[in-house]
């Protein structure tokens, strides 16, 4: 059973930073495609980042580049995102996604091309 858990999240200042980190399990990343998407209340899911394992091909959204780093740690199975710079409106429910396939630069943050989700991690970025 294939499972993605999300920690990392919470409560952080403007300007400040966080490392989101997501563990699979009953799934090796190997050369799968992990993404980060996120949802603000009121707010469409977006496509926040995504990793492609066969060559670490990265993309990101451009409310987030400069800011956040997406990066894999195959060993133990999990992907981060590391968030500097936060702003107010990076508040969001985050969740971290997986497909088996090696998808390409233009669907990687679509979020119709992944078959496994967490639950989600919260980041809240206030004063």
């Known amino acids: 059973q294939v499972q993605l858990v999300e920690s990392g999240g919470g409560l952080v200042q403007p300007g400040g930073s966080l490392r989101l980190a997501c563990t699979a399990s009953?799934?090796?990343?190997?050369?799968?495609?992990i993404a980060w998407f996120r949802q603000a209340p009121g707010k469409e899911r977006e496509g926040v980042s995504c990793?492609?394992?066969?060559?670490?091909?990265?993309r990101y959204a451009n409310s987030v580049r400069g800011r956040f780093t997406i990066s894999r740690e195959s060993a133990k199975n999990m992907v981060y995102l590391q968030m500097n710079s936060l702003k107010p409106e990076d508040t969001a429910v985050y969740y971290c996604?997986?497909?088996?396939?090696?998808?390409?630069?233009?669907?990687?943050?679509?979020?119709?091309?992944?078959?496994?989700w967490g639950r989600g991690a919260q980041v809240t970025v206030s004063s």
């Open positions: 996604a997986a497909t088996r396939r090696s998808l390409i630069f233009s669907s990687c943050l679509n979020s119709d091309e992944y078959d496994y």
């Open positions: 009953g799934f090796t990343l190997g050369s799968s495609s």
């Open positions: 990793i492609r394992g066969s060559d670490r091909m990265t």
